[in-house]
C-alpha cells in the first residue's frame, strides 16, 4: 500500500465522518420536539461534523506536498469562538420569547 | 520590563494574533512576520476597551489540560447524543438545569458557557449576573445534581486554577 492511498483512505475516513455528524445535527434538528432541544443539533454538527472534515481536509492539504496545512486550525478556532455566541443568543431571545412552559427552569416551573 | 508592557499590554494575545496570522497566510516569510508582528502590536491596542479587566492567564499548563478534557469530552458525548437523536425520542428527559457559579469574572464565566455549550447534551442559555448562576439546558438528563457536579468539577475548577480567582 501506497503512501498516497493511506493518506486518501485517512482523508475519506475523517470526510465521511463529519458528514455523518454534520447528517445527524440535521436529523435532531428535524426530529426533536420543540425550540431547546432542536439547539442540541446544530451545536453538535459544528463541533464533531465540522471539526472532523476540518481534519480531513488539514491531511488532504498537508501531503500534497506544499507543507503542512494550518489555515482549517484557524477556521476550527474561529468556529469554536463564534458557535457558542449564536446558539447563546438564539436560546437567550427564545427564553424571553416563547415564556417558559413545560420544562422550564425550576424556578419558573 | 514597562516599555514592554506599553508596547504589548497582552503579550500572549499579540502572539496568538501572529500565530494565527501566519497559519492563515500559509507561510512564514520575513513579509508576512512583519505583517503579522504590526497586526499583533496594534490589534491589542485597538480592542483595548473591550478587555475593561484582561484576565491573566496563571496556569498555561492547566489550560492545555482542560484544552484536552474538552475535545475528549466533546469526541465521546457526540455519540451519545447521536444515539439519543436517532432513539426514541419519548425516552428524552430534556430540562433546565441551573448551575451556581464560583466565578467571579464575567469573561471566564462566558468562557465556562463556551464549554458548556460546544459538549454536546448541554446547551448554555443564560448567565444570570446578580444569582450567578448558569442556565443550562439539558438534551436527556436523568440527575440533575451529578451534571451539575460534573460541570463545576470537570470545567469551572480548572478554569478558576488557570486564571487564578
Redesign the interface.
Known amino acids: 500500500m501506497s503512501g498516497e492511498m493511506i493518506s486518501e483512505a485517512v482523508t475519506s475516513l475523517f470526510v465521511l465522518v463529519g458528514g455523518a455528524?454534520a447528517l445527524?445535527g440535521s436529523?435532531?434538528l428535524a426530529?426533536?420536539?420543540?425550540f431547546?432541544?432542536r439547539?442540541?443539533?446544530p451545536?453538535?454538527a459544528t463541533?464533531?461534523g465540522v471539526?472532523s472534515l476540518v481534519i480531513g481536509s488539514m491531511v488532504h492539504l498537508s501531503t500534497q506536498g506544499n507543507g503542512l496545512?494550518?489555515?482549517e486550525?484557524?477556521i476550527t478556532?474561529f468556529l469554536?469562538?463564534t458557535?457558542?455566541?449564536s446558539?447563546?443568543l438564539l436560546?437567550?431571545v427564545a427564553?424571553r420569547k416563547l415564556g417558559l412552559k413545560k420544562?422550564?427552569?425550576?424556578?419558573a416551573a | 520590563m514597562t516599555l514592554f508592557y506599553r508596547l504589548l499590554p497582552q503579550p500572549i494575545l499579540s502572539l496568538v494574533i501572529l500565530a494565527l496570522w501566519l497559519g492563515l497566510a500559509g507561510s512564514v516569510s520575513v513579509g508576512q512576520v512583519l505583517l503579522g508582528t504590526v497586526l499583533g502590536i496594534v490589534l491589542p491596542r485597538l480592542t483595548r476597551s473591550f478587555w475593561p479587566d484582561p484576565p491573566r492567564l496563571a496556569r498555561p499548563g492547566t489550560a492545555a489540560r482542560l484544552v484536552l478534557t474538552v475535545f475528549f469530552d466533546i469526541v465521546v458525548a457526540n455519540g451519545q447524543v447521536a444515539k439519543r437523536v436517532l432513539g426514541p425520542l419519548d425516552r428524552l428527559h430534556p430540562r433546565f438545569v441551573e448551575v451556581p457559579l464560583d466565578l467571579e469574572d464575567d469573561f471566564i464565566a462566558t468562557i465556562l458557557g463556551g464549554i458548556v455549550t460546544m459538549t454536546p447534551g448541554t446547551v448554555s442559555v443564560d448567565i444570570d449576573r446578580e444569582r450567578r448562576l448558569l442556565l443550562v439546558h439539558a438534551l436527556d438528563v436523568e440527575d440533575p445534581e451529578a451534571l451539575i457536579r460534573t460541570i463545576k468539577a470537570r470545567y469551572e475548577a480548572p478554569l478558576k486554577e488557570v486564571f487564578q480567582c
Not at chain 1, 31 to 34: A, G, I, K, T, V
Not at chain 1, 103 to 107: E, K, R, S, T
Open positions: 455528524f445527524l436529523i435532531g426530529r426533536l420536539p420543540d431547546f432541544t439547539l442540541h443539533g451545536t453538535k463541533t464533531l471539526g496545512s494550518l489555515r486550525l484557524a478556532l469554536f469562538i458557535a457558542p455566541v446558539a447563546h436560546s437567550k427564553l420544562g422550564g427552569p425550576p424556578d
